[in-house]
DNA sequence: CGAACATGAGCAC
DNA sequence: TGCTCCTGTTCGT
């Protein structure tokens, strides 16, 4: 379920494990060109939204989206053959990962790197991330803010789960438009906080009490109340809410 | 065993 | 707005 947080929880555990070697790149699939990487030093990994930036000494920035499917699996023994259909794999001599269907797995040479970063909104749980500016990006979007909060341009590393979820919590009905400078940051706020938990649990966590519980997200009745959970399309994905927690705006 | 569905996003039309 | 790409999980038969 690789949406911000479990992105960042990746950038943190392969930094640890990686950054400071010198690790062996290699395509088993044979659909990534390794060559640019070979003998270079891993200096950081870092994540922005849904984006992992790969920082190598004297080689363009490798750029890693795992897109829907995309998942990267940890050998404890690099000796491990990867199986079959794995786009990339980095080792060292004490761990290997391998990388599984991703959307991207490529090298962003000139200023791709700079126009990706330009391309994306604040993401909560960077420690660079600029509340204000959320709040203002979100505040003015036009539209609905269960839209806005899919948009990554707008806010980065916010995903379908985490929608339903952080709305639900927010008690803000995903159809709202122009909620306002005190409802979004409030729903910052919870971005943040809940990402944070989510990437330190390896798991979207909306309740910390019930960890493996959802609120509304592919739920047929509510968790709180147990109104039956609204379901319909929104920013081209089934979006989830509770009518009696997350009431609609009055009209006017 | 096959079908359906899924956390995303670029692109054609 | 809809199609496409990629794999894993879950469900029904």
Request: charged fraction near 25%; proline fraction near 10%; glycine fraction near 10%.
């Amino acid at each position: 379920m690789p949406e911000g947080h479990l992105i960042h929880r990746y950038a943190r555990a392969q930094h640890a494990a990686l950054a400071g070697s010198t690790p062996t790149l290699t395509s088993p699939q044979g659909r990534f060109d390794p060559g640019p990487y070979a003998g270079r030093a891993l200096a950081a990994v870092e994540a922005y939204g849904k984006h992992l930036l790969y920082h190598f000494d004297e080689a363009p920035p490798l750029h890693v989206h795992l897109g829907m499917r995309g998942l990267w699996l940890r050998h404890d023994d690099p000796a491990v053959a990867p199986r079959k259909g794995v786009r990339l794999r980095i080792a060292t001599g004490a761990v290997a990962y391998d990388l599984i269907a991703p959307i991207r797995c490529e090298p962003l040479p000139g200023d791709g790197e700079r126009a990706l970063r330009a391309s994306l909104g604040p993401d909560p749980l960077r420690a660079d991330a600029d509340p204000d500016e959320a709040v203002r990006r979100l505040a003015t979007a036009g539209g609905a803010v269960g839209a806005a909060v899919l948009d990554q341009s707008l806010w980065a590393g916010i995903g379908n789960a985490w929608r339903a979820e952080l709305l639900f919590l927010a008690g803000l009905d995903p159809d709202a438009r122009r909620i306002g400078a005190p409802a979004a940051r409030r729903l910052w706020e919870l971005a943040a906080e809940y990402l944070a938990l989510g990437r330190d649990a390896g798991q979207v966590v909306s309740d910390p009490t019930a960890p493996d519980e959802r609120w509304v997200y592919k739920r047929a009745e509510c968790r709180r109340c147990g109104a039956p959970v609204r379901r319909w399309e929104l920013g081209a994905r089934t979006a989830y809410a509770c009518p009696v927690d997350q009431p609609a705006a009055p009209p006017g």
